[in-house]
């Protein structure tokens, strides 16, 4: 099993980004993604939930509510979260998750930094 994330980097506040997680060894239409975020000295927050299968429900938590989204394409094996308006707080690293029956993946995690 293997989550990569990818698409984080350096960007201006009001900026956005995309980040992707690629999946791989499991049924990735199966599974529930989550994105996670970690700031320094901060405990890891959950961002964006979305269900399994095609039409997925989505949740969010209140500070990012409007301003990202989360995706999936079930036949990439992928999920995004597009990031718009970004600000300094949203500085992290992003982890995606999925869940796959009783069993949880994590990815290595990848770098967002909000900053002018």
């Known amino acids: 099993v293997q989550l990569v994330e990818s698409g984080g980097g350096l960007v201006q506040p009001g900026g956005s980004l995309r980040l992707s997680c690629a999946a791989s060894?499991?049924?990735?239409?199966?599974?529930?993604m989550r994105w996670y975020r970690q700031a320094p000295g901060k405990e890891r927050e959950l961002v964006a939930t979305?269900?399994?299968?095609?039409?997925?429900?989505?949740e969010y938590a209140d500070s990012v509510k409007g301003r990202f989204t989360i995706s999936r394409d079930n036949a990439k094996n992928t999920v995004y979260l597009q990031m718009n308006s970004l600000k300094p707080e949203d500085t992290a690293v992003y982890y995606c998750?999925?869940?796959?029956?009783?069993?949880?993946?994590w990815g290595q995690g990848t770098q967002v930094t909000v900053s002018s």
């Open positions: 998750k999925a869940s796959y029956g009783l069993r949880a993946y």
């Open positions: 060894g499991f049924t990735f239409s199966s599974a529930g």
């Open positions: 979305i269900t399994s299968g095609g039409g997925g429900f989505t």
